[in-house]
């Protein structure tokens, strides 16, 4: 019994040792180690018709490039000294030009002065990075396919390097491993940024594979970098795939970890480490879902004044209709917006319901909510109902509401209370919305916004739906073994009810499409 536990947890630390390594060897398109790169434009990589190369081997590959008339680059992996006048002597690092490539073993090629046969087995596919083609690709673009994975990249390297460290190589079910990730949990937080730009990564990558010369350069760059045969776009999922299958790899060393095992605890606080890390990737790619239809409702708002809502927040927890009353009695009745750290209230016009005029915005960082019982009200001299205040301790600023029923006050007080809440729980989890996302979101909203005005539409957008969040400690993904790994990341988001007040802003857009 004691054999097959260890031999079942021998199974999940190589398992969990392939899931680390993947995508983290030294063969890697997209880093290159020692940073040397030569200039080589597109036209002098390929000057014949671009072609796109069906799967098959490298070798013939290379030929067919060669034979259509480009030209072919390949680095040194090692130096090769020869006292040989038939071969060519190089040192890690070289460029050689490829000029034949018949022989699988031995092919014929150029350096700076000299023509010779040199080991195919020495070199490696080498197209410079396509940050460097800026012929092809915009900074813009490159940001968009590629994301932060030259930091994971980085990371995962380090990573690695540290697990290896722990494991018993001798005595593999002995291995203790949970320390590590514990070590670098917090680094982990980088694939939340890769995870939530893929998609946009996968649709700018599909609209140049759909030109001839964009998919050539990239089949040519797997090529000569002898990597399996996947296209970019699944080379592009592994990180996605692999913050995924940590936490079912954990649970499945876990499972055949003993209590006794000195593992044991590490190993358990590392899975748990792991479903964090996976519910606050999810829950950043929710937020950056949210922050988009923020930015289209706030550009919909007339006379917005002072700072984007954007700039200090990502969510809307409630919204509806409330009566504002004033120090001098004068009741106003306004449509309040509650986000994260702030409350904001507009005028609905006169004739057009669904258009709302910007009026004002409370800071909710600094407030306390306080219930106030129906009667005559101390603060303000006048008689309320189904009313609670905002109050600023330490300016002593008040403001108060009323609802129309019991129901709207209570649910508006835990709204508030909800707020809270929230902004405690994302700064515990370390919740934070780049400000260049920000600023995407809002550029997006007004292009778009500027269109359909241009387009003839010119009706108020559904408000950004609310969020209904679970506590923090209920804010993580569970990962049966049952379920297919490639499944997990979309299984990752949680459900949520539909909003009860969806159906009421629906009324204030008849020209919603």
């Given at each position: 019994m004691v054999a097959r536990e260890g031999m079942a947890r021998f199974w999940s630390l190589e398992s969990l040792r392939m899931v680390a390594a993947d995508g983290g060897t030294e063969s890697s398109a997209l880093v290159d180690d020692n940073g040397s790169e030569e200039d080589y434009s597109y036209e002098e990589l390929c000057q014949a018709t671009p072609r796109y190369l069906q799967p098959g081997g490298e070798q013939l590959a290379i030929n067919e490039l060669i034979s259509d008339g480009s030209i072919v680059y390949a680095e040194a992996l090692w130096d090769h000294v020869t006292m040989d006048d038939q071969e060519l002597g190089f040192k890690a690092g070289d460029v050689i030009r490829v000029l034949e490539a018949s022989n699988k073993d031995w092919w014929w090629g150029r350096n700076e002065d000299k023509e010779a046969w040199f080991p195919a087995s020495f070199v490696r596919g080498y197209i410079r990075q396509c940050r460097k083609h800026t012929g092809m690709f915009t900074t813009a673009q490159l940001s968009t396919i590629f994301g932060n994975i030259e930091d994971i990249y980085k990371f995962q390297r380090k990573f690695l390097k540290d697990l290896e460290k722990q494991y018993n190589k001798e005595e593999p079910h002995l291995s203790e491993i949970g320390s590590c990730f514990l070590q670098h949990q917090e680094g982990f937080a980088i694939y939340s940024e890769y995870c939530n730009n893929h998609p946009s990564a996968c649709i700018e990558l599909s609209k140049l594979m759909k030109q001839g010369k964009y998919r050539h350069f990239f089949e040519a760059c797997r090529l000569l970098q002898q990597m399996i045969d996947i296209a970019i776009d699944g080379f592009l999922l592994t990180p996605v795939q692999k913050i995924c299958k940590y936490p079912l790899q954990l649970a499945e060393?876990?499972?055949?970890?003993?209590?006794?095992?000195?593992?044991?605890?590490?190993?358990?606080?590392?899975?748990?480490?792991?479903?964090?890390?996976?519910?606050?990737?999810?829950?950043?790619?929710?937020?950056?879902?949210?922050?988009?239809?923020?930015?289209?409702?706030?550009?919909?708002?007339?006379d917005w004044e002072g700072p984007d809502v954007l700039v200090r927040s990502s969510e809307l927890i409630h919204s509806g209709e409330l009566t504002k009353i004033s120090k001098q009695g004068k009741s106003q009745q306004r449509t309040f917006f509650l986000f994260d750290h702030q409350l904001v209230f507009c005028k609905k016009d006169l004739l057009r319901r669904d258009i709302l005029y910007y009026k004002d915005r409370i800071d909710m960082d600094e407030m306390e909510i306080v219930d106030t019982e129906d009667?005559?009200?101390?603060?303000?001299?006048?008689?309320?109902?189904?009313?609670?205040?905002?109050?600023?301790?330490?300016?002593?600023?008040?403001?108060?509401?009323?609802?129309?029923?019991?129901?709207d006050k209570k649910r508006w007080m835990e709204a508030c209370d909800s707020e809270r809440r929230r902004v405690q729980e994302d700064k515990e989890m370390g919740m934070e919305i780049s400000e260049n996302q920000k600023k995407q979101a809002m550029q997006n909203a007004r292009k778009s916004r500027h269109g359909k005005i241009k387009g003839g539409y010119n009706g108020c957008p559904v408000p950004p739906p609310h969020q209904s969040l679970h506590p923090i400690h209920q804010r993580h993904i569970t990962v049966p073994t049952s379920i297919p790994q490639q499944q997990v990341f979309a299984l990752a988001e949680p459900k949520r009810k539909p909003s009860l007040f969806w159906h009421t802003f629906n009324k204030l857009t008849p020209f919603k499409k």
């Open positions: 060393l876990l499972k055949y970890t003993t209590p006794e095992h000195s593992d044991y605890n590490n190993i358990k606080a590392a899975y748990e480490a792991m479903k964090n890390v996976a519910c606050l990737i999810n829950e950043r790619k929710r937020r950056l879902e949210s922050i988009d239809k923020i930015a289209r409702w706030q550009v919909s708002i007339v009667g005559r009200d101390k603060d303000f001299n006048i008689n309320v109902k189904n009313a609670f205040k905002i109050i600023n301790r330490a300016t002593e600023e008040i403001h108060l509401f009323c609802a129309k029923k019991q129901e």
